[in-house]
């Protein structure tokens, strides 16, 4: 089972990728969030094996939210995605 974070702004676009997901029987919806604040708190409390990241959000868009989550010197996020690429490295 792979457990999905959907985060984008826009409801049509999360209610969207939530019905692709409930279609396939190894992808599991852990949650979804509304812009990248959210998503760093719900990566946290929901561990999450991929996130669909929206570029453009209001507030923290998606690549200031995917380096916080990505950050070796903040929580321990990257221990929650076995096999990642080293977060040492500057990708984003």
Request: hydrophobic letters at 40%; proline letters at 7%.
């Amino acid at each position: 089972m792979i457990n999905v974070l959907i985060v984008d702004d826009s409801l049509t676009t999360r209610e969207y990728i939530s019905y692709i997901i409930d279609q396939d029987p190894e992808l599991r919806l852990v949650g979804a969030a509304r812009n990248g604040q959210e998503a760093i708190q719900l990566v946290a409390s929901a561990s999450p094996d991929v996130v669909i990241m929206d570029i453009h959000m209001p507030g923290m868009d998606g690549y200031k939210a995917t380096r916080t989550i990505m950050d070796p010197a903040g929580a321990d996020h990257h221990s929650q995605f076995p096999g990642c690429p080293r977060t040492d490295q500057k990708y984003f």
